[in-house]
Structure formats: C-alpha cells, structure tokens
C-alpha cells in the first residue's frame, strides 16, 4: 500500500469568470521512504499540488488517500489533525512565528497534539540537536541566519514523528553552501529515519538529491523517473 | 486537544508584544469598571443610610397629626387648633385592632442644668410604650412606667448626647438635674440612635412621662393636648387597616361628618421611607446603568483591537494551522487574549473604583459603601465583556483558509 496515493486530482481556481486549471486529472503514489523532487516551471502547478498533498488545501476533485485512509472527506479539524501528526510542512520562507524562540516554535505541533509539557521540552531538544541548534534553543528567529531558521523549520517538522515532510522550494532563500546543508539533512532523515521527502524545487542541484523526479507543466505531469545518480 | 494553560502563555505574549496598545485596551475597561464599582458604592451609600434612617425611627410607624392634609398637604402650624389627646392616644391603642401601640407626644425645648453644667435641649413628653413604638432601648436604667405617667412624677431619661455633654464619663443614673429649674431624677440612659432622616441628632433628648410635661414644663392654653400620636401597627401589612381604623375613630370621636375635612392627619412614616428607599435603589440601578455603559465601550476597544490583532497574525494563524492548530485552539488563543485585556482591567478597575468610592466620600461627604456583591458583579461583567467582544475576531480567525492565511503578506 503507497504511503501516498493521489487517483484523478484537478484543481481549479475561479478568478470571476475565469477558471484556472492549476492541476489536471493528477494521479500519482509515492512509497514510504521515498525521496521525491517535484520540478517544472513557475505556475506549473507544483505548490497547488504539494498544498493538497499537504491537507492544506482540497482539490476540487478526485481522490487523495494517506497510508490507505481516504482524507477527501475530513472537515477541517480532522485535516489539522492530519497535518499535525502525519505531515511535516518546510516554506521556502520558513514561516516560524516571531517573537517566539527556536525551541518554542519546535514545540508548537506537541502542543498542539496535546503533548506534556515536560515531554515536549525533552522531544523539542533532541529535535533541534538532531538538526544541530541545540545551542541555540533560545535563539528567536530575528536572531538565526537563513539556514538556522530552516533546521527549526525541520526539527519542527520532525517532533511528532511525522512520516512525510513536504518542502515547497525549502533552499529557495538560501545561498548555495547553506543549501547543499539543508539537502544533506534531508537526505540524512530520508536514510535513517525512513521519513518520505518530497521537495519541489526549480533548481537542478537541489533536484539532484533526489531519488525520483516527478516534472509538472501546466497542471500536468510530463514526467516522472527514477533520478540514475542516486 | 486544547491545552488552556499554554494558550494563556501564548496569549500573554501576544499581549506583551504591543504593550502600549494592550494598556490603552485595559485603560477603558479600568475606567469601565472602576465606574460602575464608584457608582454602586455611592448608591449603596444612599441606600444604606435610609435604611438606618427607617430602622431609627422604629418599624410599622404611623404618626398622627393635628390639622388637616388638603390638597396642599399637611397644614399644621402656629394657628392650627391643637386638636389631639392623651385620650385619642388610649383609644386608638384600646379600640383599632391593627395598632400595636399608640403613644402621645408632647415636645419642647428647655435648659437643663446639673451642678455647674448646663444644656439645651428637646425635652419629650410621652408614655412608656414610646421606647416600644420606636424600637427604643435603655441601656443603663429603666423608663418610666405608667404610675409615673398616673402620677406626674419628675423623672426623666437621657439621650446619649445629653449624658456626653453633662456627664462625661460618669454614670448618670440616680443624679438630680433641673429642668426649666424643676428638679428632675434621671432614672435611665436611651441607646444611641445617630442622625434622623432630617438630619438631627435624635441622641439630644431628654423623654419624661407626658403629664409631667403638661403640668410641670409646657403648660399651654389647651390643657390636655398633644402635638402628635405616635402609633405602632402590629405588622407591615397592617399598617394600610390601622390607617384606616385610625382615621375613622378620630373621626367619630372628633365629631366630624363625612363633607368635613379632618382636623387631624395620618401619616405613614414606613411607607415614605421605603418610598425614598425605592427611589434610591432606583438611583443605583441608573448609576450603575450609566456606568455600565463605559464598561461597554472599554469592550468594543477590546474587539477593535481583537480584530486588529487577527489581521496582523493572520500569517501566524496560518502557520498555526499548518502544523495542526484546530478550530477551538485558534479561538481559544483570541478569546483567552481578550479575556486577559478584559480580566486585567477588571482586576485595576477594581483597585480604581475603590479609590473612586473612597474619593467620593471624602469630596462630598457621601456616604460610600462597597459590597463585595458589587466587585464580583464587575469582576464578572468585565470577564463576560471580554469573551463577548473577544468572540466573534476570535471567530473569524478560526475561519481563516489556511492556505490564503500562509500567503497573506
Ligand atoms: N489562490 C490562487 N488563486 C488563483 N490562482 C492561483 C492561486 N494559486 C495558484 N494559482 C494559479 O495556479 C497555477 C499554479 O500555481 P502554483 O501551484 O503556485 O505554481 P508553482 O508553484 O508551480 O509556481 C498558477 O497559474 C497560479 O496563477
Ligand atoms: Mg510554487
């Protein structure tokens, strides 16, 4: 059974009486432990396409099922509650919240997920140390690099053992160095912790890491291929 | 799951982060409650000392008056005919089955002297059922009982006033002072009964039996009169029959018919106050009503600053929900923050109203009471302002797409 399995997907954005075809009958399984890149041009439709994988967004319609269960069907609450435990989302603009420390923001899905305190703080700690910031738990955002701030993003992803983490261009801020770092932590976690990654990226050094490379264009998928490299 | 106690962290924070404008939201909710804890303090004052005033002059009261009460009111003056007896006074208590006990009353003031210290004051002429009529006791002594009234003897009891200024600290009783030059013996003390309703001191009293008043001090041209009848229904709900009993022995016994007009008036002393009494509570009810008013636009402050608020996070309450905020966990954030402006507030204003109050009593000499009934009703009203008005921004946030939130710049 695929971890994820995408069957007939479109989405359609209305803009008054135009209506944008953003995805076009997508259908699409990824396996756990995949390590999966999503390429193609700007407006091809991948964000659209990782939102819904995401839950963070519905497609208008066709069939999305997570480890088997179908998530079409969730109101709201139920999808939060997918993306806090199954889902682990990076942001090209890693979207911590502000005036909140590292470590705080690493707790939030425990809290969330209704975690103890104490526990959380435990878990938070081995996160940020598993992404190498433990020294900086009480660092806030305004006072991390780049590069710092996406490993929060990251150890935040990781804290409730989510086993998919989604990543919309996560090296698209970041310079080349720091952006290789990023994508060896990927690939690290993909290969000790079996966590299923999948990364849209436009650049082919970033799409490099990975071990499939799924290209959309226009809301299709024109490709889809094992990367020989890897 | 919703977890309160890291929500209020969140909350507190979000609070801190824009201290000035959390402070200016909690100012109108100080000023909101502070208001209404001042205003009920005065009214509550108001109430307090009609209620000390009722329970001075004595329960079920009923005060009978010579004259007449045409439309005009009550017109009894230096002409009118001083029409009342000692005699009305034993019929109404004899023959009307609603009156408990009726006492006549005949007043003047006098010079009073003991040894080298002298003192004006109201001299009152009465019978003993007076102290049961006003719900009078001694606390030093006896009164004077209806041998003494038989017999005119020359006995009188204090108000505390008199024994604070002729006495000092000595006990009184037994002493000889002279009224008017007569000797009198002071057989007892009166307890302290404060200012009446009119404002005099009701403690700057000296009572003696009536007939002694008559023969002794204030002989008149009309021997056997008496300038009022004081009179005590069994019960409150007895006062409107004794009312009417009365009205219609004074009337049978003063010979007037029914074209006449009375030549006596009846007055319900109980109802008059707790007419007043009604007003003041009524007095409150508006202070506080006004007051409430402040309370409520300090609350519109919280949901314009609230709606603010959501709309500057909106980024953040998407990323909230991203990594798996639910509906409650969202709205719980915003009504706990504007619970904690509303509460904080409520808290100061209390502090502030109690100031208030005190200020007030001291500006203008008003007699302030704060109940503790009064600081929960605004403690609580502040919380209900804030989850109120907090509600519906906290609503509108827990609504937000969360994709169309993580995009809002
Ligand atoms: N919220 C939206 N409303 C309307 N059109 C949208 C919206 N989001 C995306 N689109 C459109 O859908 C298409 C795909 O967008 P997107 O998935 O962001 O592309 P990509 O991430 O590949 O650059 C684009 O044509 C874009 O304009
Ligand atoms: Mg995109």
């Known amino acids: 059974m695929p971890l994820i399995e995408i069957k007939e997907v479109n ?217 020989e490299q890897n | 799951m919703i977890n309160v106690f890291s929500t209020v962290k969140i909350s507190v924070r979000a609070l801190r982060v824009n201290k000035m404008r959390s402070a200016l939201t909690i100012l109108g909710i100080i000023i909101g409650v502070g208001a209404v804890i001042t205003m009920l303090a005065v009214g509550n004052g108001a109430r307090k000392k009609i209620e000390e005033q009722i329970s001075s002059i004595g329960s079920n009261l009923l005060i009978i008056f010579p004259g007449s009460s045409g439309s005009g009111g009550v017109r009894f003056g230096s002409g009118t005919q001083p029409t009342l007896t000692i005699k009305d006074a034993e019929a109404i208590q004899k023959e009307c089955s609603s009156v408990q006990e009726a006492s006549p009353v005949i007043n003047g003031t006098a010079q009073i002297v003991y040894s080298n210290q002298n003192w004006s004051t109201s001299i009152i002429g009465t019978t003993p059922n007076m102290f049961i009529v006003r719900d009078w006791s001694i606390i030093n002594g006896k009164v004077f009982t209806n041998d003494d009234v038989k017999s005119s003897t020359k006995v009188c009891l204090l108000g505390q006033t008199v024994v604070d200024n002729i006495f000092g600290n000595l006990d009184p009783v037994g002493h000889i002072i002279r009224i008017k030059k007569v000797p009198f013996k002071i057989i007892g003390v009166l307890e302290s009964k404060g200012q009446s309703a009119q404002g005099h001191d009701q403690d700057d009293v000296i009572y003696i039996p009536i007939t002694t008043a008559q023969k002794k001090l204030f002989g008149t041209q009309f021997p056997g009169t008496v300038r009022t009848i004081m009179v005590k229904a069994k019960t409150f709900e007895d006062l409107a029959k004794a009312e009417s009993q009365i009205n219609e022995l004074l009337k049978q016994r003063h010979r007037i018919g029914n074209k006449q007009e009375n030549d006596f008036t009846v007055r319900n002393l109980t109802q008059i106050m707790q007419t007043a009494e009604q007003a003041t509570n009524i007095m409150t009810l508006l202070l506080g009503a006004v007051a409430s008013v402040s309370l409520l636009v300090g609350g519109i402050g919280i949901m314009n600053i609230m709606l603010v608020s959501v709309t500057e996070r909106t980024r953040e309450i998407g990323i909230r929900m991203a990594i798996g905020a639910k509906t409650w966990d969202i709205r719980l954030q915003f009504i706990i923050e504007a619970l904690t402006l509303s509460l904080i507030g409520g808290l100061i204003g209390i502090a502030f109203g109690i100031a208030g109050a005190k200020i007030v009593s001291i500006l203008a000499e008003w007699n302030t009471i704060i109940s503790n009934m009064s600081l929960v009703l605004a403690f609580g009203f502040s919380g209900i302002i804030g989850l109120f008005f907090g509600f519906y921004p906290a609503y509108k946030a827990s609504l937000l797409n969360p994709i169309d939130a993580l995009r809002f710049e």
Request: proline letters at 4%; hydrophobic letters at 40%; one cysteine or more.
């Open chain 1, 11 to 227: 989405k359609i954005y209305k803009l008054g009486d135009i209506e944008v075809n953003a995805l076009h009958n997508i259908s699409l399984s990824i396996e756990k432990g995949e390590f999966a890149g999503i390429m193609g041009p700007s407006g091809s439709g991948k964000s659209t396409f990782l939102n819904i994988i995401g839950c963070l967004d519905r497609p208008t319609s066709g069939q999305y099922l997570i480890d088997g269960f179908n998530v079409s069907q969730l109101n709201r609450d139920q999808l939060s509650n997918i993306r806090n435990i199954k889902i682990g989302f990076i942001f090209q603009g890693f979207n911590l919240l502000p005036r909140t420390s590292a470590i705080e923001n690493v707790e939030l899905p425990m809290l969330y997920k209704g975690v103890s305190a104490k526990e959380r703080k435990k878990i938070a700690i081995e996160a940020l140390s598993a992404v190498g910031l433990e020294e900086r738990k009480n660092h806030y955002p305004n006072q991390l690099s780049g590069g710092q701030q996406q490993r929060v993003a990251i150890a935040r992803a990781l804290v409730n053992k989510a086993p998919i983490i989604l990543a919309d261009e996560p090296t698209g801020n970041l310079d080349t160095k720091t952006s290789s770092e990023i994508m060896e932590l990927f690939l690290k976690l993909n290969r000790e912790s079996n966590i299923s990654i999948i990364i849209v990226t436009h650049e082919p050094d970033i799409a490099a890491y990975c071990k499939r490379i799924i290209r959309f264009k226009d809301g299709n998928i024109i490709s889809d291929e094992r990367n």
